[in-house]
């Protein structure tokens, strides 16, 4: 036994030398709401991450370069986020980070960043993190007002001019009211109703009552979670379905949420990334060979539908590692400048991003598509 | 204006006959020891969430599914009080009430990590088409909601005022050492009343679920509200908590209607609150006399 054990760590001793010498390890960290609150976004994140990571080490990795990818759980939490993070810079040794799953932990974790000089690759839409621009902070998710610009072009081009929103009354919601307030008049359009609820509210026939006597075209709804099923039954059964529109935000682009819905989310209309109808896009789509592989590889290793969240993963990864190959080096300083300068018209799965010292967003509302619920799938609009 | 109004009284009748229900279930536990159970927001989630399972995924015939998911939520009922309640029975009563508040936090805890964060939904009962009274519209499954509230309030009335278990709980609320020497074994009675409270509140998830959705935490705002209808209504009288349900319902969509739906939690409990003050033991409720 003891023979073995010290011929065991003989040939380990033997081996790691050898196994530095030839391979460079870049570690990269990625602090994500895996459960919690969040986890509708953070699991596909870590799922994507591990996917990617897996395939690319198995191909020989990028430049003789193979990822070391730590990953670890912030749980949705601010206080998390901030503690996972600084393991993964002080202990672990990360020399980029990507994440986290959501705006608040985002926006907890940026002084850090800042004062460690690491490069960060946030899966997040809100508007705080990346405007005004940080030096260190990307971001890889469409944020609210590109969101809402896409809805606005689509409905002025379709002379759907009288417009409400309905939204909860939390950060989510209060943020999408205020930008369509803005977007609104630059589009032509008027904003003749608005209502809110709270998110754990069961019943919304009476805000929407109010919205139907306005006779809008069209009505926002803007919110994440059960509250968006009852808005669309309440929809339905309020009769409203027949004389006018109702559009979700990117928050509820989630199958099971429209499975709940049931016939109530038929024809309701949704902005979207374009990764959610992947194979409905024109050939032509540069997009579209990206997409599809990626939908395909994630659908059938983990059983279940592909979501915009993972695919904001998918981006921030591909982007870090395209600086990596370019740069060739681990320094966390010309990652970042790499990022900032080389990441131009990236075909990713959010779009097509480019960076610059002014924008770490790079998404613009013409990257989105008007996707609609029809007989249990998405169908492509425009 | 009318519309809306009429909307919003049609609403309110929804929404309120769903804490109405619910608020009966706190009635139960209350009337045979005084104790507000804070876990009965969770046993109407897990009523629902049971009901959703065995239902979508098992493809149980619904009578089926409503006496499993009954039966289940009945027995944690119970074995809540056998092993939360029962070993400090002699505790001081809020004490107790603590207890159920950490039994509540255990529950959700539990459920989570069994079903996710997921919401769930049951068909509703008959038809999913809305009945449209002047522009209004009401869905049917609040007619279920309804009836089923009533033949509840009727039933529990019956209860507590003839049969010997229902006396013999209200005996036991108001003096234990008395009802003990007349031969009442007080640990059954507390067994009984949180079996029956679970599953008064596990029909009550079942009903409400087609409407509202069930999440895993959907007891915190399912047990305040029928908290609030029980407390307004007069705490311990069955038919209270049924106006007290509707009162705070049709409030809430008033307020939406005419003030503003950001408000309509503040005007409701607004006038919670001055009800109270005029009247502390509620519409119903019979003042409590201590006998020092």
């Given at each position: 036994?003891?023979?073995?054990?010290?011929?065991?760590?003989?040939?380990?001793?033997?081996?790691?030398?050898?196994?530095?010498?030839?391979?460079k390890?870049i570690k990269?960290?990625?602090?994500?709401?895996?459960?919690?609150?969040?986890?509708?976004?953070?699991?596909?994140?870590?799922?994507?991450?591990?996917?990617?990571?897996?395939?690319?080490?198995?191909?020989?990795?990028?430049?003789?370069w193979?990822?070391?990818?730590?990953?670890?759980?912030?749980?949705?939490?601010?206080?998390?986020?901030?503690?996972?993070?600084?393991?993964?810079?002080?202990?672990?040794g990360?020399k980029a980070?990507?994440?986290?799953?959501?705006?608040?932990?985002?926006?907890?974790?940026?002084?850090?960043?800042?004062?460690?000089k690491i490069p960060?690759?946030?899966?997040?839409?809100?508007?705080?993190?990346?405007?005004?621009?940080?030096?260190?902070?990307?971001?890889?998710?469409?944020?609210?007002?590109?969101?809402?610009?896409?809805?606005?072009?689509?409905?002025?081009?379709?002379?759907?001019?009288?417009?409400?929103?309905?939204?909860?009354?939390?950060?989510?919601?209060?943020?999408?009211?205020?930008?369509?307030?803005?977007?609104?008049?630059?589009?032509?359009?008027?904003?003749?109703?608005?209502?809110?609820?709270?998110?754990?509210?069961?019943?919304?026939?009476?805000?929407?009552?109010?919205?139907?006597?306005?006779?809008?075209?069209?009505?926002?709804?803007?919110?994440?979670?059960?509250?968006?099923?009852?808005?669309?039954?309440?929809?339905?059964?309020?009769?409203?379905?027949?004389?006018?529109?109702?559009?979700?935000?990117?928050?509820?682009?989630?199958?099971?949420?429209?499975?709940?819905?049931?016939?109530?989310?038929?024809?309701?209309?949704?902005?979207?990334?374009?990764?959610?109808?992947?194979?409905?896009?024109?050939?032509?789509?540069?997009?579209?060979?990206?997409?599809?592989?990626?939908?395909?590889?994630?659908?059938?290793?983990?059983?279940?539908?592909?979501?915009?969240?993972?695919?904001?993963?998918?981006?921030?990864?591909?982007?870090?590692?395209?600086a990596l190959?370019r740069t060739d080096t681990d320094n966390p300083e010309r990652l970042r400048d790499e990022i900032?300068?080389?990441?131009?018209?990236?075909?990713?799965?959010?779009?097509?991003?480019?960076?610059?010292?002014?924008?770490?967003?790079?998404?613009?509302?013409?990257?989105?598509?008007?996707?609609?619920?029809?007989?249990?799938?998405?169908?492509?609009?425009? | 204006?009318?519309?809306?109004?009429?909307?919003?009284?049609?609403?309110?009748?929804?929404?309120?006959?769903?804490?109405?229900?619910?608020?009966?279930?706190?009635?139960?536990?209350?009337?045979?020891?005084?104790?507000?159970?804070?876990?009965?927001?969770?046993?109407?989630?897990?009523?629902?969430?049971?009901?959703?399972?065995?239902?979508?995924?098992?493809?149980?015939?619904?009578?089926?599914?409503?006496?499993?998911?009954?039966?289940?939520?009945?027995?944690?009922?119970?074995?809540?009080?056998?092993?939360?309640?029962?070993?400090?029975?002699?505790?001081?009563?809020?004490?107790?009430?603590?207890?159920?508040?950490?039994?509540?936090?255990?529950?959700?805890?539990?459920?989570?990590?069994?079903?996710?964060?997921?919401?769930?939904?049951?068909?509703?009962?008959?038809?999913?088409?809305?009945?449209?009274?002047?522009?209004?519209?009401?869905?049917?499954?609040?007619?279920?909601?309804?009836?089923?509230?009533?033949?509840?309030?009727?039933?529990?009335?019956?209860?507590?005022?003839?049969?010997?278990?229902?006396?013999?709980?209200?005996?036991?609320?108001?003096?234990?050492?008395?009802?003990?020497?007349?031969?009442?074994?007080?640990?059954?009675?507390?067994?009984?009343?949180?079996?029956?409270?679970?599953?008064?509140?596990?029909?009550?998830?079942?009903?409400?679920?087609?409407?509202?959705?069930?999440?895993?935490?959907?007891?915190?705002?399912?047990?305040?509200?029928?908290?609030?209808?029980?407390?307004?209504?007069?705490?311990?009288?069955?038919?209270?908590?049924?106006?007290?349900?509707?009162?705070?319902?049709?409030?809430?969509?008033?307020?939406?209607?005419?003030?503003?739906?950001?408000?309509?939690?503040?005007?409701?409990?607004?006038?919670?609150?001055?009800?109270?003050?005029?009247?502390?033991?509620?519409?119903?409720?019979?003042?409590?006399?201590?006998?020092?």
């Amino acid at each position: 036994m003891k023979k073995c054990m010290v011929l065991m760590i003989a040939i380990l001793l033997c081996l790691t030398p050898f196994a530095t010498a030839q391979q460079k390890v870049i570690k990269i960290g990625a602090t994500l709401a895996v459960t919690g609150v969040a986890s509708t976004l953070g699991d596909p994140e870590k799922k994507t991450l591990e996917m990617l990571t897996e395939e690319l080490n198995s191909k020989g990795g990028v430049k003789g370069w193979k990822i070391e990818m730590i990953i670890y759980d912030n749980e949705g939490d601010p206080t998390k986020a901030v503690t996972t993070l600084k393991r993964l810079i002080t202990k672990d040794g990360v020399k980029a980070v990507i994440g986290p799953s959501r705006t608040p932990d985002a926006l907890a974790m940026i002084p850090v960043i800042e004062e460690t000089k690491i490069p960060m690759l946030a899966l997040v839409a809100g508007a705080p993190v990346v405007h005004p621009v940080k030096k260190w902070v990307f971001s890889t998710a469409q944020p609210n007002d590109i969101v809402i610009e896409k809805i606005a072009s689509y409905l002025k081009d379709r002379r759907m001019n009288r417009v409400a929103i309905i939204y909860s009354a939390d950060a989510f919601g209060e943020d999408g009211y205020k930008v369509l307030k803005n977007v609104a008049p630059k589009y032509g359009l008027e904003l003749v109703a608005v209502e809110s609820f709270q998110s754990k509210d069961t019943d919304m026939t009476t805000q929407l009552s109010k919205i139907k006597v306005q006779n809008p075209h069209a009505v926002l709804c803007w919110a994440v979670g059960p509250p968006t099923v009852i808005v669309m039954k309440n929809f339905k059964q309020l009769g409203m379905d027949k004389t006018m529109k109702l559009i979700q935000s990117h928050g509820v682009a989630n199958k099971k949420i429209f499975q709940l819905a049931g016939e109530a989310g038929e024809g309701v209309l949704l902005p979207s990334g374009k990764i959610l109808i992947a194979e409905q896009l024109s050939d032509r789509d540069p997009q579209k060979a990206a997409l599809v592989k990626y939908k395909k590889d994630y659908e059938s290793r983990f059983k279940e539908p592909v979501s915009t969240f993972g695919g904001h993963a998918y981006d921030a990864f591909w982007m870090l590692v395209k600086a990596l190959e370019r740069t060739d080096t681990d320094n966390p300083e010309r990652l970042r400048d790499e990022i900032e300068k080389n990441t131009v018209n990236f075909y990713g799965t959010g779009g097509v991003f480019t960076y610059s010292p002014t924008d770490h967003n790079g998404l613009k509302a013409k990257d989105l598509v008007m996707i609609e619920w029809r007989n249990g799938d998405w169908r492509l609009i425009e | 204006m009318f519309e809306i109004i009429l909307q919003a009284i049609l609403s309110g009748i929804t929404v309120g006959s769903i804490y109405g229900l619910i608020g009966l279930g706190f009635n139960i536990i209350y009337n045979a020891s005084y104790i507000i159970n804070f876990a009965q927001g969770e046993f109407v989630m897990l009523g629902g969430m049971i009901a959703a399972t065995t239902f979508n995924v098992f493809k149980i015939n619904p009578i089926y599914t409503l006496i499993i998911s009954t039966t289940i939520v009945t027995l944690i009922g119970a074995l809540i009080e056998r092993m939360a309640i029962q070993p400090v029975r002699h505790a001081d009563v809020s004490v107790l009430v603590i207890i159920t508040i950490g039994a509540s936090i255990f529950i959700r805890g539990i459920s989570m990590l069994i079903w996710g964060k997921d919401p769930y939904i049951l068909p509703p009962f008959t038809s999913s088409e809305p009945i449209i009274i002047k522009n209004a519209a009401i869905n049917p499954q609040s007619l279920w909601i309804i009836g089923t509230t009533i033949v509840v309030v009727i039933f529990l009335q019956f209860f507590f005022k003839k049969t010997i278990t229902g006396k013999a709980m209200r005996a036991v609320a108001d003096n234990k050492k008395a009802a003990s020497l007349m031969g009442i074994k007080i640990e059954r009675i507390l067994l009984i009343s949180f079996g029956f409270s679970g599953a008064l509140g596990s029909i009550a998830g079942i009903i409400i679920t087609p409407i509202t959705l069930t999440t895993y935490d959907i007891g915190i705002i399912f047990g305040l509200k029928g908290f609030s209808a029980a407390i307004l209504g007069g705490i311990g009288n069955s038919f209270g908590a049924l106006i007290g349900g509707l009162l705070l319902g049709i409030l809430e969509c008033l307020a939406a209607a005419l003030v503003s739906s950001g408000y309509k939690d503040a005007v409701a409990f607004l006038i919670l609150l001055l009800v109270l003050f005029i009247k502390p033991s509620g519409i119903l409720g019979k003042g409590l006399i201590e006998k020092v």
